[in-house]
């Protein structure tokens, strides 16, 4: 396995995001910007963000409802996201599914770098239709999931619902966030899972804004994440 972070300011990035949304990304990529390629025998995966975005997302995955996913987090978190994944699909969705979850997470952890200044907690309640669910999430330093889910169907169009729970894990580890996701209503697995998509995409907002009553420092009693 080889991974590589570099910054994503290139113009690569910019025409990539250019293309999508016919206009200059100049003023937006001035924020907290952060760019991993992840390349490994089963997936190639890049992902760049930037915190302090507009909501912009180029999501090309080979998996529609994933793509369809991360627009969620990119427009309701006000994230400028772009992944790009090619994968062995031919087997199944798991490999690139769980892999752009694992460059997202390192992608994430590197734009908040030492994390000094930022909410670090975040909670959110999510309606869509009947779903109705709960995200909490702590930008800890300490990688933890609790998973409430419970998605009534396998599958989703061609998405196995199986993988939601493992795009998540691979987030939370290799962001060193806590996530709790709890669901208090719903009957319909489109519904739910896009709720908790928004849901933490609303979360991920709150808690990595920056709080100016912190100004440069660890928002720590101890000093540390």
């Known amino acids: 396995m080889q991974t590589s972070i570099h910054e994503a300011s290139s113009q690569e990035h910019r025409t990539a995001f250019e293309q999508a949304n016919g206009a200059s990304l100049e003023p937006v990529f001035s924020g907290r910007v952060a760019s991993v390629s ?117 599958r989703v169009g061609t998405y196995d619902t199986q993988l939601v729970r493992e795009f998540f894990v691979a987030v939370v580890n290799h962001s060193q966030m806590t996530l709790h996701i709890r669901q208090l209503d719903g009957i319909n697995s489109h519904h739910i899972i896009e709720a908790t998509f928004k849901a933490f995409a609303r979360a991920l907002r709150i808690a990595t804004e920056t709080d100016p009553r912190r100004a440069h420092t660890i928002p720590s009693s101890k000093g540390v994440l």
């Not at 090619?86 to 460059?103: K, M, Q, Y």
């Not at 997202?104 to 309606?127: E, M, W």
């Not at 933890?144 to 419970?150: A, E, F, N, V």
């Open 38 to 154: 992840r390349k490994t025998g089963e997936t190639d995966v890049h992902v760049t963000i930037n915190l302090d975005g507009q909501g912009r997302c180029v999501a090309a995955t080979g998996i529609p409802f994933l793509d369809h996913m991360l627009h969620q987090i990119a427009s309701h978190g006000l994230f400028d996201l772009e992944v790009r994944a090619t994968g062995d699909l031919e087997i199944d969705d798991h490999h690139t599914n769980e892999d752009v979850g694992i460059t997202l997470g390192q992608a994430l952890a590197k734009a908040l770098g030492d994390r000094k200044g930022i909410v670090r907690f975040g909670n959110f309640l999510a309606p869509l239709d009947e779903a109705l669910i709960q995200v909490a999430l702590d930008l800890s330093g300490r990688p933890h999931i609790s998973y409430g889910l419970q998605i009534p169907t396998e």
